[in-house]
């Protein structure tokens, strides 16, 4: 047992150098053995929230110096982590779960120990999406592995329908993010503008007691999720699946939903779809949709 830390500790962890290090995203043994390391070693460790990274690390018996650098202060207190690093400390940097700078504050920090001149060290460790991505199987693009993270969508109604109208149109899988209070609205978001029967993986709590993952086809993630209350409880992350030959698919192209939005603007939606697919080639059907789905966004917001 004693002899796995010693596997983290064999390797060298120069002083002077910003260590970002990735901590567990529901489980507390997902910690890996060298982030362990890392924060027992740092002379200060800077996070999101000082009081749940106190908690991580006294759930793990360390107790280190805590700086808070968030969102709202991450520039100034990048400068004074630099000058930290200047004079010979190892800083450790964490979020508040996760990997940092994923759909999280550490990208500024990075940008200015880098342009200071000191060495930032990634340790690898958990993250929602790439866990989620590890059990979709092949909606991930039958086993190619492409996908494009799509981060939080936009909670607008308008402008969550045109990123879907955007992200509806990639061949591979993508994935986001989503809290409780709104995944009932972009579940029924999904159904509306995506064809009823790509897959979507919900994937609710990783790591956690009531860990939940469910492929279900898009039309009926609403449905599935009002079947049980507990299901829109918790934490979640979506992989929705790519649309594999576009053509096939009958999702209209990024330059055909660029046509359409400019006609959506002067004409009603029949109008605009058959003179979009006029222009563009593409399924007069589809565009008519997508026209009927954006009109609805613009309604609700
Ligand atoms: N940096 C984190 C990462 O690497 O996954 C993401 C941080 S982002 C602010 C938080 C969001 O990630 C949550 O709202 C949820 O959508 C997703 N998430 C985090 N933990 C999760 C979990 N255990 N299960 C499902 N989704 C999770």
Redo the contacts with the bound molecule.
């Keep these: 047992m004693s002899d796995w830390i010693s596997l983290a500790a064999s390797q060298s962890y120069p002083a002077g150098t910003l260590y970002v290090v990735a901590t567990p995203?529901?489980n507390v043994a997902d910690l890996s053995l060298r982030a362990l390391h890392v924060l027992g070693l740092a002379d200060a460790v800077a996070c999101e929230d000082t009081r749940n990274t106190g908690q991580l690390l006294s759930r793990v018996g360390l107790q280190r110096p805590l700086v808070a650098v968030h969102e709202h202060n991450e520039r100034e207190a990048a400068g004074r982590i630099a000058e930290r690093l200047a004079a010979g400390e190892r800083i450790a940097y964490v979020?508040d779960?996760?990997?940092p700078g994923?759909?999280?504050p550490g990208a500024r920090l990075v940008e200015a120990v880098r342009a200071a001149g000191h060495p930032v060290v990634p340790l690898p460790g958990p993250?929602?999406?790439v866990a989620a991505l590890s059990v979709a199987g092949d909606l991930l693009d039958a086993g190619a592995g492409r996908f494009t993270f799509a981060g939080f969508l936009p909670p607008k109604p308008k402008a969550r329908t045109e990123a879907i109208a955007r992200l509806a149109a990639l061949e591979h899988a993508w994935v986001c993010?989503?809290?409780p209070h709104r995944i009932a609205d972009t579940l029924a978001a999904l159904a509306a503008g995506l064809p009823g029967e790509r897959r979507l993986l919900v994937?609710?709590?990783?790591?956690?007691l009531f860990e939940d993952i469910a492929v279900v086809p898009v039309a009926q993630a609403p449905a599935w999720l009002a079947a049980d209350p507990n299901r829109a409880k918790g934490?979640?992350?979506l992989v929705v699946e790519g649309a594999g030959s576009a053509a096939a698919d009958g999702v209209p192209d990024a330059e055909a939903q660029r046509v359409l939005a400019l006609l959506l603007a002067e004409l009603p939606a029949k109008r605009a779809a058959k003179l979009a697919a006029a222009i563009t080639g593409a399924e007069t059907g589809a565009l008519y949709q997508l026209a009927l789905a954006q009109r609805a966004g613009d309604a609700g917001d």
């Design positions: 995203i529901g979020s779960a996760g990997t994923i759909s999280d993250s929602a999406a993010y989503e809290a994937g609710r709590e990783l790591t956690k934490e979640f992350v």
